[in-house]
C-alpha cells in the first residue's frame, strides 16, 4: 500500500487566495483526520471523519476552514480566504478501528502539505 | 494550562546513552498511552502503546505510565543516532470514539 497519500506537499499563497489541500487515506480505513502542526501550538486535530462523516470539528478554528469527504478514499480541506497565521504544516491521518486491540489509535499519517500564507 | 505537557527540548546526548523522554498531563480519564516518532519533513509514526499503568518493552525502547503521578516516560537505551527525531507522547480515555490528544513534541539528537 502507498500509505496516506497528500498533495500538494507544499504550497505558498497570498493572503486572502483559496487553498484546497487533498488527501487519500489508506485504503480500507474507515477513519480520517486532519491535523496543524505548528512550533508554538503543536499537533492539533482539527476533525475527523468516520465512515466519511464528519464526528468531531471541534478544532477547526473558524468559518473560513471546511473539510469534506464525499467518498471512502478522498477528502479536502479547504481555507478562503488564507491568512499568514494559517501557515503550518497540514497531515492527514487514517485509522481502522477494527485493525487489532488498538487499530484505532494507530493513525498513519500522510507526509504532511506545507503552506505557507504571505 | 494544556492537556498533555512536554518539554520541547532539544535534547542532544552522545550515542549509546540513555535516552528519557517525559510528559505530564492533568485529565485523570486518560487510560491510553502513545507515543509517536517523527522525523524530520515526515509524519508521526506510532512507535509505542500502552494500556493503563505499567511498563512495556519493545526492543532497545521503554514506554512507563504512572497514572498516580499523572506522568509518562519512553526510556531508549544504546541509542542511535537514527533514532534522532521528534518524539510525540499521545493519549485519550476509556472511549474509543474520544479524541487523541497529542502533546507538542520534544526533539532528539544524538550525537555520533
Known amino acids: 500500500d502507498a500509505g496516506v497519500i497528500q498533495s500538494p506537499r507544499h504550497e505558498v499563497t497570498e493572503m486572502g487566495q483559496e487553498v484546497t489541500l487533498r488527501c487519500k487515506p489508506i485504503s480500507g480505513h474507515n477513519s480520517l483526520f486532519w491535523y496543524r502542526q505548528t512550533m508554538m501550538r503543536g499537533l492539533e486535530l482539527l476533525i475527523y471523519?468516520?465512515?466519511?462523516?464528519?464526528?468531531?470539528d471541534s478544532g477547526m478554528p473558524e468559518d473560513r476552514f471546511s473539510a469534506k469527504m464525499p467518498n471512502a478514499s478522498f477528502s479536502t480541506l479547504k481555507i478562503q480566504p488564507s491568512e499568514p497565521r494559517d501557515s503550518a504544516v497540514y497531515f492527514c491521518?487514517?485509522?481502522?478501528?477494527?485493525?487489532?486491540?488498538?487499530?484505532?489509535?494507530?493513525?498513519?499519517f500522510g507526509p504532511g502539505t506545507r503552506l505557507t500564507v504571505l | 494550562q494544556k492537556e498533555v505537557e512536554q518539554d520541547p527540548g532539544p535534547l542532544s546526548v552522545p550515542e549509546g546513552a540513555i535516552v528519557s523522554l517525559n510528559c505530564t498531563y492533568s485529565n485523570s480519564a486518560f487510560q491510553y498511552f502513545m507515543w509517536y516518532r517523527q522525523y524530520s519533513r515526515k509524519g508521526p509514526e506510532l512507535l509505542m502503546y500502552?494500556?493503563?499503568?505499567g511498563n512495556k518493552e519493545d526492543g532497545r525502547f521503554t514506554a512507563q505510565v504512572d497514572k498516580s503521578s499523572k506522568y509518562i516516560s519512553l526510556f531508549i537505551r544504546d541509542s542511535q543516532p537514527s533514532d534522532s527525531a521528534t518524539y510525540l507522547c499521545a493519549m485519550r480515555p476509556y472511549s474509543s470514539a474520544s479524541k487523541i490528544i497529542f502533546g507538542s513534541g520534544t526533539r532528539l539528537s544524538i550525537r555520533p
Open positions: 471523519f468516520n465512515n466519511n462523516v464528519p464526528i468531531d
Open positions: 491521518a487514517s485509522s481502522d478501528p477494527g485493525q487489532g486491540r488498538h487499530g484505532g489509535d494507530t493513525q498513519y
Open positions: 500502552t494500556y493503563s499503568s
